[in-house]
């Protein structure tokens, strides 16, 4: 199975300051067909994780265009630009790349 | 828009098995690439796939539990039921019900179901 790596395990950060989480897989996640399926969870407490970014980059549905993917093979970075009290919680990533799918540890990130 | 609910007992005891049933809004089990799954999580830990069953009736496991599970689908009633077997207390863990594109991501999730295992 690949392993995901997700650093800082927590990440205290001021509001309106920028916050980012690095995601590190064992294996290159590009697959076959050319594509890289990484994508990020944001779980708020008591509630169930929200996609936020999908194919390492392309923001889901609805999602504010202050949180940002990039990353290319083994190395993947979520980035919020400002962050607002509503982002703190729990960020996972996820690959799809390769069976079976897997989690990274997640990375809690909670105000000052 | 696409709703997730799941049901099922919120306590089992050990060796018993486990079924949850999801049921869903919003999108149909017989349109190509739609894939409806299931993850669990552990309390305070990180999240754990569980499997799959596609539009096409392909299911696909977690190697690691593959022998405890079954995924079935019903489209007639937009329902997806997991029954995990042989149940002990490290199975305690909230069970998501998710839908899935393509065998890609999970876009949709429903709310979740605790199940505990105890005697």
């Known amino acids: 199975d690949i392993v995901m790596t997700q650093s800082p395990l927590s990440s205290p950060v001021t509001l309106g300051q920028p916050a980012s989480i690095s995601c590190r897989s064992s294996?290159?996640?590009?697959?076959?067909?050319?594509?890289?399926?990484l994508s990020w969870y944001h779980q708020r407490p008591g509630q169930p994780p929200r996609l936020l970014i999908y194919e390492t980059s392309n923001r889901f549905s609805g999602v504010p265009d202050r949180f940002s993917g990039s990353g290319a093979g083994t190395e993947f970075t979520l980035k919020i630009s400002r962050v607002e009290a509503d982002d703190v919680g729990v960020y996972y990533c996820m690959q799809a790349t390769q069976f079976p799918v897997t989690f990274g540890g997640g990375t809690k990130v909670e105000i000052k | 828009q696409i709703t997730l609910m799941e049901s099922g007992p919120t306590l089992v005891k050990p060796t018993q098995t486990l079924t949850l049933t999801c049921t869903f809004s919003g999108f149909s089990l017989t349109t190509a690439g739609v894939g409806v799954g299931w993850v669990r999580q552990p309390p305070r830990k990180a999240l754990e796939w569980l499997a799959d069953v596609y539009w096409d009736d392909v299911k696909r496991y977690n190697p690691s539990l593959r022998s405890r599970l079954t995924i079935a689908k019903d489209t007639s009633k937009n329902q997806v039921v997991l029954t995990m077997t042989n149940m002990d207390p490290v199975d305690t863990a909230t069970y998501y019900c998710?839908?899935?594109?393509?065998?890609?991501?999970?876009?949709?999730w429903g709310q979740g179901t605790l199940v505990t295992v105890s005697s």
């Open positions: 998710v839908h899935r594109p393509y065998y890609e991501f999970f876009d949709y």
């Open positions: 294996q290159s996640l590009v697959h076959s067909d050319g594509n890289t399926y």
